[in-house]
């Protein structure tokens, strides 16, 4: 069992992987659009399109979560979120996000360089700044689950992707602040090894 996690509690820096738990990686294009300030991931450069970045290293299994405190995002068409079921090489996963622009909580796929997003389940909710966002995935059902501050909110299933092993973080408009991540895999029964809010200190991956 695998686990990361990166609270970004370290010195303001435009390389995000400057100190960090884990290395962190960037799909299709480098990691110039991230910085850390004040102990805190921020986009500061908006993207063309979504960015996806993600712990540079495989999940155990493929049952799997990814969690992120969403401090503040600027209005407009931002669409913060997190990753799970992710093949890096191919440009596809499984992601939940909320688009800023009509206040939906969005349960998609993506693939083709995250241009292409294909709906699963959609929920009317605004965010809130501190929200903590999960998504939590089984590869063998298609279940995926998505949770707000620790409540299941928005469910779906889809057996498109079958061999994903990243788990990370949506970025997208710029001026995104995010904290507290973490992901990784899912303890048997599906309600994670350590709660949502577990944070490691001082060691922050852990292999079982």
């Not at 495989?58 to 079921?85: D, H, R, S």
């Amino acid at each position: 069992m695998t686990i990361f996690a990166d609270d970004f509690n370290r010195a303001d820096n435009s390389d995000i992987n400057s100190g960090a738990p884990v290395t962190w990686a960037e799909m299709w294009a480098a990691l110039t659009r991230w910085n850390i300030v004040s102990n805190q991931l921020q986009e500061t450069t908006a993207a063309f399109a979504p960015r996806y970045i993600y712990p540079d290293s495989a999940c155990a299994t493929l049952v799997q979560y990814a969690e992120v405190t969403l401090v503040n995002g600027a209005a407009g068409n931002n669409t913060p979120g997190v990753i799970v079921g992710a093949d890096a090489g191919a440009g596809t996963g499984y992601c939940a996000y909320w688009n800023y622009s009509n206040n939906t909580l969005r349960l998609i796929r993506f693939s083709g360089a995250g241009v292409v997003e294909t709906n699963i389940n959609t929920l009317g909710s605004s965010h809130a700044n501190g929200d903590i966002l999960r998504l939590e995935w089984t590869q063998s059902t298609g279940d995926l689950v998505v949770k707000v501050n620790g409540s299941t909110v928005l469910t779906g299933n889809d057996t498109t992707y079958t061999a994903g092993t990243r788990v990370g973080i949506r970025g997208g408009e710029g001026n995104i602040t995010f904290d507290d991540f973490s992901g990784g895999d899912l303890s048997v029964g599906g309600s994670g090894p350590f709660p949502p809010f577990f944070k490691f200190e001082p060691s922050t991956q852990l292999r079982m």
